[in-house]
Structure formats: structure tokens, C-alpha cells
């Protein structure tokens, strides 16, 4: 077991209807810290995140973290990573509170009886929920919270499990241009003392707070510190035309 938070990857090989996703790309990180992970649509980003949280079995490759082969194992990776997913993947339709679903994710990871919330289990969720500024609207059904309220719930959820790793995929989608800066600080704040894997569709947002970039499409075109990594000839490599140098600047375009 390594002392601090840590992901190997290597020679992996995801294929979907014929074609590679991932065809021999590894990487190995060590935390803490914020790695941000972009990439155009489709470009393979979630399916990398399913696969560190073993929750895709590759054609060929292992996923070790913290030292342990979690390959095509949710049950051994879970043990040390928390996941904050795309909100268009979450269901609101559940009577249930932003409180009540951050205790749930507990309670299930407890043993039976599920009925009764424990005092320490209450505690946690709410220690959790003002990290996240969150305790004002967690007694609101969540089909009632804001796109930038559920997914300050959800970071309460994972932080909750208190997992030395965080996976976040698109944290910042559906969020108002005023909610992506608080969310942004939250995630940099979780990173001083946490590995945290972040996808983003808008790598400004988080370049100044990563300690690694990568750059995925169909495979890993680039991985290191972001001062090595965010360069124009690259992105292109991955993004293709929808790169722009204006004025010195680099710009990222999603069509």
C-alpha cells in the first residue's frame, strides 16, 4: 500500500463495437493533487474514469490503486475512490433530500439496519455539507435543487466517504457561469490533501490548479504538468480545428 494516494494504469485496451477507445496507453500519478483530464466529446474520458473505477473490464491492461489491482473490480476500487458523476446521469426523480442522499450513500455502505441513521453517520453528513456551503438547501427535495446546488450535494456525497481519491466527471457541466468559480475552489481545495481526477470541457477553468494535465482522444496524446502539456501543436493533435491561438492565447472551441 503506498503512503499516498496513487493510480498505475497500464497497457490499457478498451474497445467498443470494433473500435479502440484505448489501445496500450498507461500513465501512473501520484497524489495529492488535481489532474485534470480533457478532451473533445467522445473522446474517451468517461470510459477512462469506468475503467480506473472498475467499472470496465479492459481487453487488455491493469488498474492498480493505492497498490491494489482494481481491474474490473467496483468493489475493491470503491474502497478507495469516491465519485461525483455527470449531473445528466443523475436521477432527481427519488423522494429524497440532498441530506437524506448523502447519509443514504452512507448507510448503504453499513451494515443492517439501514432504517435507523446513527448519530456518527448524521455528523459526517453534515461536517460535509457546510465544506461544500451546502447546508442552507440540503433539506430541499433534489428535484427542487439548481444544477449548481445538486452538484455541491454530490461532492458532499463523495467527500462524505472520506475515500483518499475522487473521481468528477464534467463537475462543471450545467452549472451558471457565477456557480462554475465556487465549484472550481471547492474541487481545488479537496486536492490539497486528496488525488483528485477531474474532467472539464472548459481546460481553462482548472489549468492554473493542476498539478497534471491530460489530453485524451481515442488514447492519451498527452500527460504531464500542465506547463508541458497545454501547448498549441498538441491540442491540436487531439481537438483537431477547434483550437485558436489569439493573441498569445490559446483557445479551446467544443462544436
Known amino acids: 500500500m503506498h503512503g499516498k494516494p496513487h493510480v498505475k494504469v497500464e497497457d490499457l485496451t478498451i474497445a467498443y463495437r470494433g473500435e479502440y477507445v484505448f489501445n496500450g496507453d498507461g500513465f501512473e500519478v501520484e497524489g495529492p493533487g488535481l489532474v485534470t483530464v480533457i478532451g473533445p466529446n467522445g473522446a474517451g474520458k468517461t470510459t477512462l474514469f469506468r475503467a480506473i473505477m472498475g467499472l470496465v473490464k479492459p481487453l487488455r491492461g491493469r488498474v492498480y490503486v493505492n497498490g491494489e489491482d482494481v481491474t474490473g473490480s467496483p468493489g475493491r476500487a470503491g474502497r478507495h475512490i469516491g465519485y461525483v458523476p455527470q449531473l445528466a446521469h443523475v436521477y432527481r426523480g427519488f423522494p429524497l433530500t440532498g441530506r437524506e442522499l448523502v447519509e443514504l450513500s452512507l ?3 453499513g451494515r443492517p439496519p439501514r432504517l435507523h441513521v446513527p448519530r456518527g453517520v448524521r455528523e459526517r453528513a453534515e461536517r460535509y455539507l457546510r465544506a461544500v456551503g451546502a447546508e442552507r438547501f440540503a433539506d430541499r427535495p433534489v428535484s427542487r435543487l439548481s444544477g449548481g446546488q445538486l452538484q455541491r450535494i454530490l461532492i458532499a456525497r463523495a467527500l462524505a466517504r472520506e475515500t483518499p481519491i475522487l473521481v468528477m466527471d464534467e463537475p462543471l457541466s450545467a452549472i451558471d457561469p457565477r456557480g462554475k ?3 472550481a ?7 490539497r490533501d486528496k488525488l483528485v481526477f477531474v474532467s472539464s470541457h472548459d481546460p481553462i477553468m482548472f489549468l492554473h490548479r493542476s498539478k497534471y494535465l491530460m489530453v485524451v482522444n481515442r488514447g492519451i496524446k498527452g500527460f504531464g504538468s500542465p506547463e508541458k502539456t497545454f501547448r498549441l501543436e498538441l491540442l491540436r493533435h487531439a481537438y483537431g ?11 479551446v472551441f467544443e462544436r
Do not use: D, N, P, Q
Not at 185 to 191: G, H, L, P, Q, V
Not at 241 to 251: D, L, T, W
Open 107 to 109: 448507510r448503504l455502505r
Open 181 to 183: 468559480e465556487g465549484i
Open 185 to 191: 475552489r471547492i474541487i481545488e481545495e479537496t486536492a
Open 241 to 251: 480545428g477547434s483550437v485558436y491561438m489569439i493573441e498569445k492565447c490559446i483557445h
